[in-house]
């Protein structure tokens, strides 16, 4: 390929004890594309670009890392790639995989999915070079892990546009065992290996008529809002991403058949009917789809900014088939023309209406379409801060599907996300995905292919840049990747230093104060008064074998005005510090911070100064 190609380096750190460096396997499943530039596994360079899947011991991809100072001249576990995009499994046990394997099927060998998409590709300035990496529970989970982007020299964690670093519990297999059906757990002799997710083994879950049953009722009064949204444009803090993002259809692919600009980037505001009967005058067209009169499923109608109306038909058989809703890709019937035209498709394509489809499942499976939780009320018991958005509905289930994505975005940001998903909207466990639910109680990661309908600070994807990047919302621009890590096991996270400064005259006082998931301690100290003018220090956060979030909240009027911290550490490097300020004087202030990482420290200087 022509052009100018810069490799991201990836690095694998072992920080689970569990297997001995002898029984831990690398294999890459996907594309690898001839470049420019050489791309390396371990010590060797990638020569051959027609295998799909190759397979190496841990142990043999031991080599210097160049151009990183952090790891000097020490060998780690490593490879470079510049056009890649696939999977990399690690699976523990005497031998390495020889294929992908079948989520439905996986064998006893416990497994890790990390998905890259690698580009490199150096374009004009100031267009940037974006990659992206997930770790991915979507067919099942078997170990703790993370991902993280880092810094070439610090190795502390880069601001991303998503979570980083993305991190799972080191209990995450026996958490989610415990809440999902004991047949999606596999067990080699008397220790559990791996349980399968609701879309790898759809059949030990439970199905969706009870949930459905229940929407035939109550649709034909109040259906289901399949809409867009886009958030708004002010308040939300612009560490967030979520101020003016689209909740909704921004163009895709082009092919035959397809409703009149499907392809076309569009608002939609679509509703979901489910019927017993889809097709009761038995219309030839819906019959030639294959919709004969009797069959039971959801219509969802609407119209399209660009494509005006048009409707969709899935049959109630194929929505609780695997590939339906666990498995986001049922296949629907399009009609459109005054129903004079219609098509079938086998499953969701990447278009208008495969995002209609993609929306409601998602919404079914995060628990919303039954549920009759009060927003408001709900978002005060859990101190979820909604930014004064005004929402179409007081109830969730009455939100359309792009708001309740930006409403769980929003939580997520927050650290909050299962306090809007699964039970906590819907007490009937038959109205959403067990395993995604369990899976999002411990761990950042995939848990569903729906999680992608997540924005901002909430998506698992974390992207990354290799030239040109672009502006951070609020200021300062993302740096051009380091390394990417592989860590397998749950990363120690370190303590951190609190230096607060109040750079005014104004005195503020604390309001609140939270120490959440340490494993070692529930609180932290901090000064009850902020004196104008004022530093202080002495005040820590502890070292912890899990992730924890340290919150706190000074005013300057007695608690009208919120000025806030949160502060996310995972692992031995990572730290994300969200600041937030809320109230009649808000826009008066300005927060601001400065870490930095010192002999295993995070060292946080903290500054509370008057906006300019």
Known sequence: MSGTYINTPFVITNNQSEYHQDQIWVSFSGTFTK??????????????FSSAWRSFSLASLLAP??????FGTTAQYTFALNQF????????????????PNPGNPGTSPYIVFEPTVDGK?????????????LSYVDGVSSPAATMISNATTGAPLQATSVNPVTSRSNILSNVANQVPSGAVVSNGSKNVRVMSSAAAPTVYHDWTSLMTKLQKSTKTKPLKVCSYTSPATGIPASYALSGALFGYSGGKTYSPQAPNFATAQSYNTQARFKTNLNPDSNPVLIGAGITNGTSGVKISGTGSQTGAFSIYIKETDLNAGTGIYGNNPPYVVTYHEMKDAYSTDGIENDLGGRVVGDLMAGMVFGWSASTVNIESHAAETSTQLYGTNFSSTTVGGLMTGELFFLLSLAGAQGKLTDWIGSELDSDSDDFDPYLYAIAQNSDAYGSGFTDRLEGYLNPDTYW???NPPAIPGGGSYETVGFVNLILGQPTTVPMAILLTNNTTQELTLTNKQLIGASTKSSFELPSELSGGSTAGGYSTPASKTPYQAIWTYSPDNGQTQLSFQCDLTGPNGITIIPTKTGPQADKWELSEEPTLEAGIWVVRFYYSEST
Not at 65 to 70: A, C, T
Not at 85 to 100: C, F, K
Request: aromatic fraction near 8%; avoid cysteine.
């Open 122 to 134: 150096t374009l004009a300035a100031p267009t940037p070079t974006a990659s992206n990496m997930d």
């Open 65 to 70: 890392v160049p151009n990183l100072p952090y």
């Open 85 to 100: 995009s696939g999977r990399v499994y690690i699976n523990y046990g005497p031998a390495a995989l020889t294929e992908p």
């Open 35 to 48: 470049t420019s530039t050489p791309q390396t596994i371990g010590p060797n360079i990638i020569t051959d």
């Open 465 to 467: 840049y290799t030239a």
